[in-house]
């Protein structure tokens, strides 16, 4: 009974969270894939300087809540990935608390979200946005297979070995009589972030509308993977011609037409 009794105890401290942190106020943001990777490779750098840095200006002539807010990019090594961006700050989101946990299962409050914000790069710099872009979707395009010659062509490895032969026949009737799977049924494998993009840019240049079903169909993607990457890229027509479709939003369909000029 002691023992028992223990356990339960062990059970409930371990459940336990942290809240002395609670009433720190947290920013949410939303980033684009380039400015999350940098952040982490500088993260993961030894010297530990300022990533970015965020400006605040207020308009006197403005409403009190006209605060605009900009993000600069620290370093000069960000390529030509934009420097400057401008965060837009949503005024109505469902509250929401940010909690940690340690390796060893230890589980903290961090504080609770007080502005949510959408990065996105400034106008004066969208063009070295477009320019990255291209260069992304180029690099995606070289083929990197390639041929080896096997030096051993007598076929060894190749031949069934004494023992084999019963059971790759037995194989074979059992695949024959097996069911064929349906493409539905099958499970669709994660693809790079990165690399999909590149595949929805090249598609959005084959034509500029799309449903869900058909880009599943050509990406061969998780539907709710999908959703993710068009809800960052695209705009949702809800009505009108194109009904219940996908299209690049303005920024990125520029990028994709001077693509496609070059």
Avoid at 71 to 84: L, Q, R, V, Y
Avoid at 104 to 112: A, D
Avoid at 208 to 216: F, Y
Wanted: proline content about 5%.
């Amino acid at each position: 009974m002691e023992e028992d009794g223990s356990n339960g105890s062990n059970s409930t401290a371990s459940t336990v969270v942290d809240t002395a942190k609670s009433e720190r106020s947290v920013w949410l943001m939303k980033c684009p894939l380039v400015v999350s990777k940098s952040w982490q490779a500088q993260a993961a750098a030894s010297d530990s300087h300022p990533v970015s840095k965020v400006v605040v200006s207020l308009d006197p002539l403005l409403p009190d809540d006209s605060l605009q807010f900009t993000m600069e990019m620290a370093g000069n090594d960000t390529g030509n990935m934009p420097k400057s961006y401008s965060l837009d700050m949503f005024k109505d989101f469902v509250p929401m608390c940010i909690f940690t946990e340690t390796n060893q299962g230890r589980v903290s409050m961090e504080g609770k979200v007080e502005h949510k914000f959408d990065m996105k790069p400034h106008r004066e710099n969208m063009e070295e946005y477009r320019k990255m872009c291209r260069e992304r979707t180029n690099k995606s395009m070289i083929k990197t297979r390639q041929i080896q010659v096997i030096n051993n062509d007598r076929g060894v490895h190749m031949r069934p070995m004494p023992g084999m032969v019963g059971l790759i026949a037995s194989n074979y009737k059992d695949k024959k009589k097996a069911t064929p799977v349906k493409g539905s049924d099958v499970k669709r494998t994660r693809r790079d972030r990165g690399e999909l993009e590149d595949i929805m840019f090249k598609l959005f240049e084959r034509q500029p509308n799309w449903t869900l079903k058909q880009l599943v169909q050509e990406t061969d993607q998780p539907a709710q993977f999908l959703k993710e990457i068009l809800n960052e890229l695209c705009v949702y027509n809800k009505r009108g011609t194109n009904q219940g479709t996908y299209e690049l939003k303005p920024e990125y369909k520029k990028s994709v037409e001077d693509t496609g000029a070059e």
